[in-house]
């Protein structure tokens, strides 16, 4: 089976900052449930964030941790575990419980806020929605499966139709794929040069102050700190021909550092909040 491109946005186009939700509307649902997606789009994100990573049957889940034991009641490595292990884990209940100890559970007996998402259905739901909504997928590294990730990511996108040309006018491609792994970027790109690729940065190495990246990325990503730290990084970054994407920008400070600074894209997990700030709301 396969998959048309999410409709155009109908609006006259999209903000001159693109607000990217991480790993949905995460302050609100618990990150990388289907619920959280849901409310970023209900909320007006112009992206979704997650992560990926690959079970031990193959199959591309949206999880941020190597192991499930933060975000879920289970243990162990995701790449450890088949789907259906993880399909039987809670990984909603834990948001509830940081907020409200004494939060009942039947608040979370909604499989949108408890049940494991793979990426396929998160692709599903962006193909579904009633405007365009782009998607940010970050591969995890380092990972017993190596370049298997990519294989299965590129081949998924394929079925989505999201590796071919961009689609009409200015519009870049709706799908883009962010790793801290240079190596990872490379495999994607070697197999689906169309899909654009972000460079995650925790920290601003010589190698790239003067806005340099890798080779075949067009887009920096580096976190909210090094923005503090190094202001002019911004513009050095677009003299040398490159977007930049910013996370996890979720302060208000922060939101308008990224606004002076002339930055692409915010990631954020509250994008309801953010874009009130920004007056897109």
């Known amino acids: ?149 990519e294989d299965r990511l590129v081949t998924l996108l394929e079925r989505f139709g999201h590796t071919g040309p961009a689609g009409p006018g200015d519009l870049p491609p709706a799908v883009r794929v962010m790793s801290f792994s240079a190596r990872s970027l490379h495999r994607v790109r070697a197999a689906a040069p169309a899909i654009p690729a972000v460079y995650l940065m925790q920290f601003l190495t010589p190698r790239h102050r003067d806005g340099r990246l890798p080779p075949g990325v067009g887009i920096a990503g580096p976190g909210i700190r090094i923005l503090r730290a190094h202001p002019d990084y911004v513009a050095r970054a677009h003299r040398a021909g490159h977007r930049v994407h910013v996370w996890t920008v979720n302060e208000p400070d922060d939101v308008e550092l990224c606004r002076s600074l002339g930055v692409d894209a915010v990631i954020t997990n509250r994008p309801k909040q953010v874009r009130t700030q920004l007056g897109f709301a």
């Open 1 to 149: 089976m396969t998959y048309a491109r999410p409709a155009q946005d109908a609006r006259p186009g999209p903000p001159a900052l693109s607000v990217v939700a991480h790993r949905g509307a995460s302050d609100d649902a618990p990150e990388h449930t289907l619920a959280a997606y849901r409310k970023a789009i209900e909320d007006g994100a112009d992206a979704l964030e997650c992560d990926v990573r690959l079970t031990a049957d193959g199959q591309l889940v949206c999880v941020h941790d190597r192991r499930v034991n933060r975000t879920s009641n289970g243990r162990g490595a995701v790449s450890a575990l088949e789907l259906a292990d993880l399909a039987t884990l809670d990984f909603g209940s834990w948001k509830a419980a940081a907020g409200d100890p004494e939060a009942p559970d039947r608040q979370y007996e909604d499989p949108e806020l408890t049940s494991v998402l793979t990426l396929e259905r998160l692709l599903e739901l962006v193909a579904d929605a009633d405007r365009r909504v782009e998607l940010a997928i970050e591969t995890k590294h380092p990972t017993r499966w190596a370049g298997q990730v």
